[in-house]
């Protein structure tokens, strides 16, 4: 059986630059990292919180409100920022989806954060400061990676296993 692929050739010569060199062209619209339905009001519920992402904000000031957002996380306490969200209506579900989310855009199926010492699961259902943070984290990496020019992709599932130097291998309750 033979397939035929018909492409044209500026489409032939990015998949030939992709290819020769080493680079990964990342960025939040062409990427092959997205996040499940699931997760949705999750990460709505981050972006209300913390006023980002607002339409008809330029790319610095989104950066900036990621900037700003993160300050404001290191004085919340971990169980507030749960609180608020279950009140929001974010089930244990959602965030559960999200922290998965969040681990298989890491590539380290082992993320951990730090509660009373000891190294606990980073997805534990609830919607705490570890979880807001290594979503904002992501984010910023996006943000500040560099734009590219492939074609936008929406529909590009999960991938695991690529270590994105956004998200820490540990996070800290409360900060």
């Known amino acids: 059986m033979k397939i035929n692929l018909n492409i044209d050739d500026s489409e032939r010569q990015r998949i030939l630059e992709m290819h020769s060199s080493e680079k990964k062209i990342i960025s939040e619209q062409s990427t092959a ?17 913390f006023g980002l992402f607002k339409p008809g904000t330029t ?8 900037k700003n957002a993160k300050t404001e996380l290191a004085n919340y306490d971990m169980n507030r920022l749960a609180q608020e969200a ?17 681990i298989k ?16 699961n980073f997805a534990d259902g609830r919607l705490g400061t570890n979880t807001a943070t290594a979503w904002i984290d ?17 529909t590009v599932p999960v991938q695991p296993g690529s ?5 820490q291998p ?3 309750v409360g900060y």
Request: glycine residues 8%.
């Open 33 to 49: 990292y997205t996040f499940s339905n699931e997760s949705l009001k999750a990460r709505k519920f981050i972006r209300e919180k």
């Open 59 to 66: 790319d610095e000031q989104q950066i900036q409100d990621l």
């Open 86 to 102: 279950i009140t929001y209506g974010v089930s244990s579900g959602e965030t559960l989806s999200l922290q998965n989310d969040l």
């Open 105 to 120: 855009v890491s590539g380290n199926p082992d993320l951990k954060f730090i509660s009373d010492g000891l190294p606990k």
């Open 138 to 154: 992501y984010q910023l990496y996006l943000m500040t990676s560099g734009k590219s020019t492939a074609p936008v992709t929406k």
């Open 163 to 167: 270590a994105k130097p956004g998200i």
């Open 170 to 172: 540990t996070y800290k």
